[in-house]
């Protein structure tokens, strides 16, 4: 299957990051990707954390976020993971939700993500999603043209009991890994989530300076099961493409079942 992983630099006008995600949806698809998926945050990127919840929509009314993703879905007749976006909760936040569309249009998976991203450099720069965000509840795996396929968002990455959980063969993890983590733990994470679950990972990243300020790492990813990097974009807009080989996943979980050989 091949399959393509979008990297943007998301602004904070929504109107603008849908277009540019439209092309390069567009793109990928003409490249011949039947599997396309976006980096998180990728229709915002706000001056504040608040700005989520000026955009956010749920799923009983869908928005201009949720059509588009549909839209471009059934017209490329491709599999389209939505990076995040915001769904209003009932405790007055939003969760960060990934959203999938099949070939057809259909609503195949949607994952609201577990674990919420703080830190604090004590230089200056700190985050808290909680402040805005829902954390969600449950762990989230389907089925996607015959790949068991399980869903996570950024800062999961750093919590390998949820992949257990899944028992993923095609691990996604839609990004916005700020510069300071990234250039520390990004690859590091990536390649170990693929290596411990002899996993295909496919990491879309927002990856630039952003109009707010905040400086994502990018260096979105592809990742097999050995620990290979396949494709890679630095920095910037773009895409990285490859071919998901079921034969080679089979070839590594045979030659090195550690899976089969689990204790604890």
Not at 2 to 31: C, F, I, M, Y
Not at 91 to 109: E, F, I, M, Q, R
Request: aromatic share 8%; glycine share 10%; net charge neutral.
């Amino acid at each position: 299957m091949k399959v393509a992983a979008l990297q943007l630099v998301s602004t904070p006008r929504a109107a603008d990051n849908l277009a540019r995600a439209a092309h390069w949806v567009g793109e990928a698809a003409a490249a011949g990707a039947q599997f396309v998926a976006l980096p998180e945050y990728f229709c915002l990127m706000g001056q504040n954390d608040e700005d989520k919840l000026g955009i956010a929509e749920t799923l009983d009314t869908p928005g201009v976020i949720q059509h588009t993703l549909q839209n471009l879905a059934r017209g490329h007749g491709i599999w389209l993971l939505g990076g995040t976006l915001p769904l209003r909760a009932a405790s007055g936040k939003v969760t960060n939700t990934s959203l999938v569309y099949g070939p057809d249009g259909h609503l195949a998976a949607r994952y609201d993500k577990i674990h919420l991203f703080s830190f604090n450099s004590g230089l200056g720069e700190s985050y808290d999603e909680g402040r805005v965000q829902q954390a969600g509840q449950q762990p989230v795996a389907f089925d996607l043209a015959g790949w068991r396929t399980g869903l996570s968002i950024c800062y999961d990455l750093r919590f390998p009991e949820l992949y257990r959980a899944l028992a993923p063969e095609l691990i996604c993890a839609p990004s916005a890994f700020t510069h300071t983590t990234g250039k520390a733990h990004w690859e590091l994470l990536l390649r170990a989530r693929a290596v411990e679950n002899l996993a295909y990972v496919v990491a879309p990243a927002q990856g630039g300076t952003h109009e707010n300020g905040r400086k994502t790492w990018g260096h979105t990813m592809i990742v097999d099961p050995w620990g290979e990097v396949l494709a890679e974009v630095a920095e910037g807009e773009g895409m990285a493409v490859a071919v998901l080989e079921r034969r080679r996943l089979e070839a590594v979980r045979k030659a090195l079942p550690c899976l089969q050989h689990r204790r604890l």
